[in-house]
């Protein structure tokens, strides 16, 4: 994926204005690039006509970095794809609340049963888990040394009617005080109708307040036939995407999130009871483009106007009217003259910051995934950032409004430090002059 995705973006790097070909000839790249990742082709179609139709607006066109516009677009387009409907887990008003997990056999749904026991348990729950699957021999014992393990009970019953297990289990809640039960279910290979029957026959029993699908996250373009059939047959109402720990790009969850409507609540990611995380459609976007190449290939289609934008920002940082587009492309200098630490040794009182350890590296990375989540406007006029502004660019790039807080923090810091530096920037750019 990213390979291709390199090869799309040094093309259009090579123009200075994009034109409707180039766009064109991007759009027919990504959508490769999507279906390589295993994403519906359906699914596709329709991502890249409506991002398609973004990119041609004017706007894109004629800013100044339109590759890295194009960039920004077909990430927000994915990210609002993936997460319309609400992510957060829900109970309802009912005691004992029950969840249901469904999937095929083999998705993660005893290992997320579990985790969500965790989770409510470390959100004061007193959770119940309830073994309905009778088929696989080890299957309740799996259960119930996760349970045992975090000092959950589990419900087994006679180990014999997965639908009678499941109202005992129902019972045994009301009786032990448990205010939430989660009912962990058999699943076999492919989709058949017994299993649905059984789900089914379960849902009709103990009424779940929510049914979650787990969906194994390397599960390629069929994952849209199993939810399809999941959907049709006991009407899920979320999904837990699992294995996320392993390198599965995730297009499947832009799939299940097109053809079903349905939100994706988790991501279950590891063997450990607390790696269950709440879905943050911003960062499965970037994860399905691979967002650390594209971070790069950012920055090599923007040197397509860089010698422009570099001379620019030095006419600024000459007079200490930087705004946050100068801020991140100093940052780009930074990183080629060898890191933050080299530059601020090489500054008057550097040695005394550098000594006092002010100089944190990981900054230049926090600071730049802020600084995309901001609009055009704002990146020019730092001013107008305000707390809810600044709430959204948190949202936006999956950091706190304190980390948020703290970018601005640093570029107001900058631009004073360049205030007192200017002579020497104007030496900067008179060694420029030279060369
Ligand atoms: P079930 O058949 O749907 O109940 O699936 P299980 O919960 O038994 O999981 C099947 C296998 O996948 C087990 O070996 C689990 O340890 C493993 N597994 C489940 N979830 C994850 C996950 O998020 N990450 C990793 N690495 N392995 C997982
Ligand atoms: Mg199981």
Do not use: W
Request: hydrophobic share 40%; aromatic share 4%; proline share 3%.
């Amino acid at each position: 994926l990213s390979d291709r995705l390199q090869g799309i973006f040094s093309g259009l790097r090579s123009k200075g204005r994009l034109t409707e070909d180039d766009i064109n000839a991007a759009m027919r790249e990504i959508r490769m690039a999507l279906l390589e990742a295993d994403v519906n082709f359906k699914v596709v179609k329709e991502f890249v006509a409506s991002t398609k139709a973004r990119c041609l607006e004017a706007e894109i066109l004629d800013s100044l970095t339109p590759a890295q516009n194009v960039v920004k677009v077909v990430l927000d387009e994915l990210t609002a794809l993936l997460g319309q409907s609400d992510s957060k887990l829900v109970l309802t008003s009912r005691i004992p609340n029950v969840i249901m997990l469904v999937g095929l056999q083999g998705s993660g749904k005893t290992t997320a049963s579990a985790k969500l026991a965790y989770l409510l348990k470390s959100k004061g729950h007193s959770p119940l888990l309830v073994a309905c699957d009778v088929y696989r021999p080890a299957a309740a014992d799996q259960l119930q040394t996760l349970g045992d393990e975090m000092g959950v009970k589990v419900y087994r019953g006679d180990g014999q009617d997965p639908v009678r297990i499941a109202e005992e289990g129902v019972r045994f809640a009301i009786d032990n005080l448990r205010d939430v039960v989660i009912v962990d279910t058999a699943g076999r290979l492919h989709v058949d109708d017994a299993m649905m029957d059984e789900a089914a026959a379960i849902k009709a029993a103990v009424k779940p307040d929510q049914i979650l699908m787990v969906v194994d996250a390397m599960t390629g373009q069929d994952v849209v036939n199993v939810a399809q059939a999941f959907a049709e047959k006991v009407e899920f109402d979320g999904v837990i995407m699992s294995k996320m720990d392993g390198d599965a790009r995730g297009g499947g969850a832009l799939s299940l999130k097109q053809v079903t409507g349905k939100p994706i609540k988790f991501i279950s990611a590891g063997e450990k009871p607390d790696s269950l995380e709440e879905f943050h459609p911003d960062r499965m976007a970037k994860r399905i483009l691979g967002m650390g190449d594209v971070v790069s290939l950012i920055e090599h289609a923007s040197k397509v106007q860089a010698e422009e934008i570099e001379a620019e920002t030095t006419a600024r940082m000459a007079k200490a009217q930087i705004n946050l587009n100068d801020f991140l492309e100093i940052k780009k200098q930074v990183k080629k003259m060898g890191g933050i630490s080299k530059l601020v040794s090489a500054l008057p009182g550097g040695d005394k910051a550098m000594a006092s350890g002010q100089v944190d590296e990981g900054a230049l990375d926090r600071m730049e995934t802020v600084i995309f989540s901001m609009t055009k406007y704002e990146r020019e006029h730092p001013e107008v950032l305000n707390g809810s502004r600044r709430a959204r660019i948190a949202a936006g790039s999956g950091t706190t409004v304190q980390e948020v807080n703290q970018v601005m923090k640093q570029f107001h810091e900058t631009r004073k430090m360049l205030k007192k530096a200017m002579p020497a920037a104007e030496a900067m750019q008179n060694g420029r002059g030279k060369k």
